[in-house]
């Protein structure tokens, strides 16, 4: 944290904050924003508060009179709630939603975090807007915000898709009225899959709808696989559940994809600035954030990465740490640190007995202090664990016991390791001739792989798969 970011200070009261919503109970709001709080030195509350349309304007006088400074808005009250305003922001108004509630002298001011949120997130993914096609599925406030940001940044074509066409249509000339760069259009569904109309053309897809939203995880705006195909990107704004049928059906057809995690973080980040006039969140910050956010999600603090040397565990747990934003802890190159030795030196002057030791040791330091504390924030750990460290009943009893934790079995085939560790002398247990260290692989792979099985909550095989491929399995087989 920088020292622009450390703006704890006694004199400023306390920070109360909430979000209102029809549903709210999936919110991971009140996560992300005790993290900010936290980091930035900031006593706050944040609250959800279920409020159904017809008592909106209640809510807010009430909440206005309880002296709640902010409020974040969601589905399906982004655009109802303008008229209970006292002012919007230019930008909020063109898009003609809000998201951000600020308070003013005589009200609350609202704003739309939600299209600088997604552009944020986009950009962080790597997709470049200006001169892309885009169909955005749904019609409200979410969809707004997207359809305006979209064009306004310069896409080539930006379609509006809806359940209820006139929706898609007065969406479509109200954002081309209001800021659109890029000519706005609705299309039907049969008009978008239209074999003749078809040009060759890859969209990137932004799914706007509640529809997938836990706990109707199997629900889809869209089942035609003919929509998926024509498809480069594929972005819904759902988080709950990580990874919605919509974006399962786009990744089976070799889509990439992105959940909604993302752009929560980025617009929570700026509702959370314009709270905090002065505060400016660090990447550390935003990272520390996003580390909660895919706990809370997936359901797990940490994930232990077995399997024999040689089967990638240390690059994949890389790969694996950026996709969720987590720490790498791999568990040899600690002992060597701590020890101020390398393994072979350990083996060499202690034993293989005595390395075991330190291994035990280091694992049940994780378990206790990364997955089992209930402070904010903790956990976010990826640990690349020794080939040999599931031996032991010990550990495998503490890597079972660490409730937050699963297990993932790299399973690789013998002919694989013997390549990859032909020229490799490093390792106590593989000395000898090329002929011997083949052989002494094959047996220990033998004798470890029932190990491996008997501890792993889920195994995904390796070979001919990059560390990212590796990576995004994992991630698949614990949703």
Known sequence: ???????????????????????????????????????????LTYT??????????????????????????????KSAVIPYLSSVDPAAERIGAVNTLVTEENG?????????????????????????????????????????????????????????????????????????????SAAAMEEFLDADRQNGVKYLAIQCTSVGLAPHDDASPVTDPAFFER????????????????????????????????????????????????????????????????CAVLGVRGIF???????????????????????????????????????????AEEGEQAFRDR??????????ERLRGDRIGTGGVVVSCGGGLPLREDNRQAMACAETGRTVWLRVKPETVAERLAGDTSRPLLAGSAEEKTARITSLMAERGPVYASCADLTVDTDGRTPEEIAEAVVEGLI
């Open 1 to 43: 944290m920088g020292p622009e970011t450390e703006k704890k200070n006694t004199e400023r009261e306390a920070l109360t904050l909430g979000i209102i919503g029809d549903p709210i109970g999936h919110t991971l709001s009140p996560l992300m924003h005790g993290i900010f709080g936290e980091r930035t030195g900031t006593e």
């Open 48 to 77: 959800p508060y279920h409020v159904r349309s017809a008592g909106l304007e209640e809510a807010i006088r009430g909440a206005r009179a309880l002296g709640i400074r902010g409020m974040n808005v969601t589905v399906p009250h």
């Open 108 to 184: 609350y001011r609202g704003y739309n975090t939600d299209a600088s949120g997604l552009k944020r997130a986009l950009e962080a993914a790597g997709t470049v807007l200006a001169g892309a096609h885009v169909v955005i599925l749904g019609a409200g406030g979410a969809a707004r915000a997207a359809v305006c940001m979209c064009a306004s940044e310069g896409a080539a074509e930006v379609l509006i898709i809806n359940r209820t066409a006139d929706k898609a249509k007065q969406l479509a000339a109200e954002v081309n009225a209001a800021c659109a760069v890029t000519s706005v």
């Open 231 to 294: 498809l480069c990107f594929a972005v819904d704004l759902i988080y709950r559940p990580y990874r919605t049928a919509f974006l399962k059906r786009a990744s089976a057809a070799g889509v990439p994809v992105l959940n909604g995690l993302s752009m929560l973080l980025y617009q929570g980040a700026d509702a959370y600035e314009l709270w905090n006039p002065g505060i400016r969140l660090t990447d550390e910050d935003l990272d520390a954030a996003m580390r909660a956010l895919n």
């Open 305 to 347: 990465l077995t399997g024999f040397m040689g089967c990638g565990k240390s690059t994949v747990a890389h790969a694996l740490a950026k996709r969720l934003s987590w720490e790498v802890i791999d568990t040899d190159l600690l002992i060597e640190r701590e020890a101020g030795r390398s393994i072979p030196e350990i083996f």
């Open 359 to 368: 291994e035990s040791m280091v694992l049940a330091r994780i378990v206790r």
